[in-house]
T-cell receptor, first 113, second 112 residues
Framework: DAMVIQNPRYQVTQFGKPVTLSCSQT?????MYWYQQKSSQAPKLLFH???????NEADTPDNFQSRRPNTSFCFLDIRSPGLGDAAMYLC????????????FGPGTRLTVL | QKEVEQDPGPLSVPEGAIVSLNCTYS??????FMWYRQYSRKGPELLMY????GNKEDGRFTAQVDKSSKYISLFIRDSQPSDSATYLC????????????FGQGTELSVKP
């Protein structure tokens, strides 16, 4: 089945220790998104890639970066995680960036000790 | 004021009840409206997608969009315990990179 896969599902890191979250997709979609969802809150867009074009939300902290080495994979790098970065990180994909349906992966739950 | 407002609940109903979930929004540029279901510790799953105003039905689910009132609804008929989840409304405007603006989510519990 075509799908969005996130690894790992659970990640524990120490305060200030860099961490990388992974997303892959078999849908061959052009757009990949990263959302942050804190407990009992709505998902919030961090950034997205339309093909190789990177688009950063204005309020996304500099501590967060992303890479998309090819169509199928996208990575979220958190350079120096703080306690406030503990959250569920959701990857989503869509065919195009104008109103097309977004399909979400299962998420990676990040804990910062 | 948030762009999208959604009553967080929790909402508890008996099995078989009709459930009504609602969101209001302030941005008149929104054209694409979605409802996602999210089970605990899982990613959101798309339930309904509507472009502009109107109704859409899929099985026990009906989505309504009233752009003149900036109000969207999701109705669940014959609710089942397996419908117990958090329901998120989401919407986007054209030429915004597909950025979804989500409501806070309504936590629904359907009791057997």
């Amino acid at each position: 089945d075509a799908m969005v896969i996130q690894n790992p599902r659970y990640q524990v890191t120490q305060f200030g220790k860099p961490v990388t979250l992974s997303c892959s997709q078999t849908l061959n979609h052009n757009v990949m998104y990263w959302y942050q969802q804190k407990s009992s809150q709505a998902p919030k867009l961090l950034f997205h890639y339309y093909d190789k074009d990177f688009n950063n939300e204005a309020d996304t902290p500099d501590n967060f970066q992303s890479r998309r080495p090819n169509t199928s994979f996208c990575f979220l790098d958190i350079r120096s995680p703080g306690l406030g970065d503990a959250a569920m990180y959701l990857c989503a994909t869509s065919r195009d960036p104008n109103g097309d349906t977004q399909y979400f992966g299962p998420g990676t739950r990040l804990t910062v000790l | 004021q948030k762009e999208v407002e959604q009553d967080p609940g929790p909402l508890s109903v008996p099995e078989g009840a009709i459930v009504s979930l609602n969101c209001t929004y302030s941005n008149s540029a929104f054209q694409y409206f979605m409802w996602y279901r999210q089970y605990s510790r899982k990613g959101p799953e798309l339930l309904m997608y509507t472009y502009s105003s109107g109704n859409k039905e899929d099985g026990r689910f009906t989505a309504q969009v009233d752009k003149s009132s900036k109000y969207i609804s999701l109705f669940i008929r014959d609710s089942q315990p397996s419908d117990s989840a958090t329901y998120l409304c989401a919407m986007s405007a054209r030429n915004q990179g597909g950025k979804l603006i989500f409501g806070q989510g309504t936590e629904l519990s359907v009791k057997p």
